[in-house]
């Protein structure tokens, strides 16, 4: 599934259409329905911070879905993270 199917079928669960999501995130209607509906390239991480408690989900997984971050790349960064913590006392 593309992403741009992802946010409609996320949009269709909220009871809400793509419009009401760009409302409710502020966004301009015409802006959001560009990015979504004729870029090549998915809505901007920014956008998908505004997106993600409208639609209910979390906004690393609007990203993920988005193709801005991989699962490699969480899991990369959490070991990092764990092996930092560990080394720092």
Do not use: T
């Not at 741009?4 to 259409?17: F, H, P, T, V």
């Not at 301009?28 to 991480?45: G, R």
């Amino acid at each position: 599934m593309d992403f741009r199917d992802y946010l409609k079928e996320r949009c269709r669960e909220r009871g809400i259409s793509l419009h009401r999501l760009a409302l409710l995130c502020d966004l301009n209607q015409i802006y959001f329905y560009q990015a979504v509906n004729k870029n090549k390239e998915n809505p901007p991480p920014w956008v998908l911070r505004r997106a993600a408690p409208h639609l209910g989900v979390a906004y690393v997984d609007l990203m993920i879905a988005a193709g801005h971050l991989r699962d490699e790349d969480l899991r990369e960064w959490q070991n990092g993270a764990v092996v930092e913590a560990g080394s720092a006392g």
